[in-house]
């Protein structure tokens, strides 16, 4: 008997989302019909798109065969679908409000930037020797996270800084509880 795990959910004021192991996505609105439909790869990246009204209509999901899918909500029906090929996406953010455009970064390191309105629709901009934890952008700049190292590059990924995060973290040296308490020896 195989049984169902969580392995994403996203938290909205609309609803509840929630991605298992078996590609499955349900959607649980705070009104109205729950709603699930089953995905062809495993869910790795959930976000959530709202729509010019204001309540969540759209969700993006990346997965790990390098594909991410972009579902109408309630109704799962597919409105663009792009393939890297790329490993694992693991993040993803949008790049502008009223478009499918989006940045992704994968498993391997590969940043993209996925548009649906234009000819080459996946566009490889630059990669890190690292996986890709989140990304988001400031100005014309982009913030990769892999870890504990921030990665601050331009859009074409010539100009970039790294800084390793945790070296500003003070690391306190303790003793092992044999060395810390002197404890005599029982009368």
Same mark, same amino acid.
């Given at each position: ?7 994403? @959910? ?6 509840? #989302? %929630? ?5 499955? +996505? ?12 089953? /995905?062809?790869? +495993?869910?790795?990246?959930? /976000?959530? #798109? ?5 309540? %969540?209509?759209?969700?993006? %999901? ?21 393939? /890297?090929? @790329?490993?694992? %996406?693991?993040?993803?953010?949008? +790049? @502008? ?32 020797? @690292? ?5 988001? #952008? ?50």
């Amino acid at each position: 008997m195989h049984q169902r795990i969580i392995v994403r @959910s996203l938290i909205t004021k609309d609803g509840t #989302l %929630v991605a298992m192991n078996d590609g499955t +996505l349900a959607w649980k609105p705070n009104d109205g019909r729950p709603s699930r439909t089953v /995905l062809q790869g +495993l869910p790795t990246v959930l /976000l959530a #798109l709202r729509g010019p009204m204001g309540p %969540v209509d759209a969700v993006a %999901v990346g997965t790990a065969d390098g594909d991410v899918v972009v579902l109408t909500i309630p109704r799962f029906e597919t409105v663009a679908k792009f393939s /890297l090929k @790329s490993g694992s %996406v693991r993040a993803i953010t949008l +790049l @502008s409000e009223g478009s499918f455009h989006f940045l992704v970064g994968t498993q391997h390191g590969a940043v993209w930037s996925l548009c649906d309105g234009r000819q080459n629709r996946s566009e490889h901009l630059f990669s890190i020797d @690292s996986p890709v934890s989140s990304l988001h #952008l400031e100005g014309k700049n982009v913030h990769i996270r892999s870890g504990w190292i921030h990665h601050v590059r331009t859009w074409d990924g010539t100009s970039h800084e790294v800084k390793n995060t945790s070296e500003s973290y003070i690391v306190k040296r303790r003793r092992r509880l044999g060395e810390a308490y002197h404890l005599p020896y029982p009368a």
